[in-house]
């Protein structure tokens, strides 16, 4: 892929979200590149465009609650998954050797940093690149309008979810 990617960015802290475009970034063997068709806008979007958590680099693309279309695998990853609709929330990647990726819970990897779905750049853009356990498999009667809300409030509840919901107990 060698067309650049599209996309709406603050080029400063607070600024006011502007046209930019920037090189398709090369897939690595476990990661997807998802053209997007649709990305929701949370609250969080907004204290990251005003850099409220000082982590964020500028310009800065955000969006984190993404629907789109597989366009490209990695070499790890079949080819047939081309053309799945998937969603992406907050994470798109975990370092996989943090102590928390070992036992399991991804969701707490230690390297904030680099494992939000803005790095290098968000949602509100004409695609991005994730790691394939990221992109979570749609049900075809779920509106994409419907799913890309629930990729953040979702994955918010994720942790107490799986902790105290227990089918077999
Ligand atoms: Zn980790
Ligand atoms: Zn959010």
């Avoid at 476990?30 to 310009?59: K, M, Q």
């Avoid at 779905?117 to 309008?145: M, N, R």
Wanted: hydrophobic share 40%; glycine share 10%.
């Amino acid at each position: 892929m060698s067309e650049k990617i599209k996309g709406f960015a603050a080029l400063t802290k607070g600024a006011t979200l502007t046209p930019f475009t920037y090189d398709p970034p090369t897939l690595k063997e476990n990661e997807l590149r998802i053209d997007i068709s649709l990305c929701g806008i949370c609250g969080s979007d907004i204290h990251a465009i005003d850099d409220d958590y000082s982590v964020f680099d500028f310009p800065f693309i955000p969006g984190h609650e993404v629907v789109g279309v597989i366009s490209e695998v990695g070499s790890g990853i079949p080819a047939s998954r081309i053309g799945e609709r998937v969603g992406v929330g907050w994470q798109a990647r975990a370092c996989g050797h943090c102590e928390w990726c070992l036992k399991g819970e991804v969701q707490l990897c230690l390297d904030v940093g680099n494992n939000g779905t803005w790095t290098p750049y968000g949602g509100f853009s004409t695609s991005i690149v994730v790691q394939d356990e990221f992109a979570y498999p749609l049900p075809e009667d779920l509106p994409s309008e419907h799913a890309a809300v629930l990729l953040c409030a979702g994955l918010t509840v994720f942790t107490a979810l799986s902790r105290y919901y227990s089918p077999a107990a």
